[in-house]
C-alpha cells in the first residue's frame, strides 16, 4: 500500500469528491484495481492525517472530505498538489540559497570596500610624504644652486680679492 500511496489518495479523494455528501465509509476506500484497500483503518488514519478527510469520531467508520480535500481535488489532485508543494519547497531553497549568496556577496563587497578606503588612505599619504620629500629635495637643489652660484663667484673673482686681501693687510 505505501508503495503506491499517491496513487491511492488520488483515486480516493476522487472517490470522495464524488459521493453525494462527499463521504465513505472506511470499507468502501479502493485500491487502483477498484478493489477494497486491505487495511482500510490504516490509509484512512493516514488521509486523516494528511489533513483529505475527517473520521467520524462517534463511531469511527465514516470518512468526511475536508474543505482542504475537497481543494485539492478541484485544483488537480493529490499529485499535482505534491507537485506544487515541491515547487514551492524548491523555490523556497532556491530563494535561500539567492539570499545567502546574496549576503556573501554584499559582505565581499563590504571587505573590498573597506579594503579599498584603505588603499586610498595609504595613497594619500604616500602622496604626501612624496610631496614633502619632492618639496626637500627642491629646497636642497635651491641651496647648492646659490652656493654654486656664489662659490663660482668667489673662485672666478679669487684672484681680485686676494689682491684686494693684500692691499687691505699691508
Same mark, same amino acid.
Given at each position: ?17 464524488? %459521493?453525494?455528501?462527499? @463521504? ?32 467520524d469520531r462517534v =463511531? ?45 556577496? @554584499? ?10 578606503? =584603505? ?25 647648492? %644652486? ?19 686681501w693684500k692691499i687691505?693687510?699691508?
Amino acid at each position: 500500500m505505501l508503495d503506491n500511496l499517491n496513487e491511492l489518495i488520488e483515486i480516493n479523494l476522487k472517490l470522495l469528491y464524488e %459521493s453525494p455528501d462527499k @463521504q465513505v465509509w472506511k470499507t468502501e476506500l479502493i485500491d487502483e484495481n477498484g478493489d477494497k484497500v486491505d487495511d482500510h483503518n490504516r490509509f484512512a488514519k493516514i488521509l486523516e492525517e494528511k489533513r483529505l478527510v475527517n473520521i467520524d469520531r462517534v =463511531q469511527g467508520f465514516l470518512c468526511n472530505l475536508t474543505q482542504f480535500g475537497n481543494d485539492v481535488f478541484i485544483d488537480g489532485g493529490w499529485i499535482k498538489y505534491l507537485e506544487s508543494e515541491k515547487l514551492k519547497l524548491e523555490k523556497i531553497e532556491s530563494k535561500e540559497f539567492l539570499e545567502v549568496e546574496n549576503l556573501k556577496l @554584499q559582505k565581499e563587497s563590504a571587505e573590498h570596500s573597506k579594503t579599498l578606503r =584603505q588603499k586610498e588612505d595609504e595613497i594619500r599619504n604616500l602622496t604626501i610624504h612624496n610631496l614633502t620629500l619632492q618639496n626637500r629635495q627642491l629646497r636642497m637643489y635651491v641651496l647648492y %644652486s646659490i652656493i654654486s652660484f656664489i662659490s663660482g663667484a668667489v673662485l672666478t673673482n679669487l684672484k681680485d680679492i686676494l689682491d684686494l686681501w693684500k692691499i687691505l693687510t699691508q
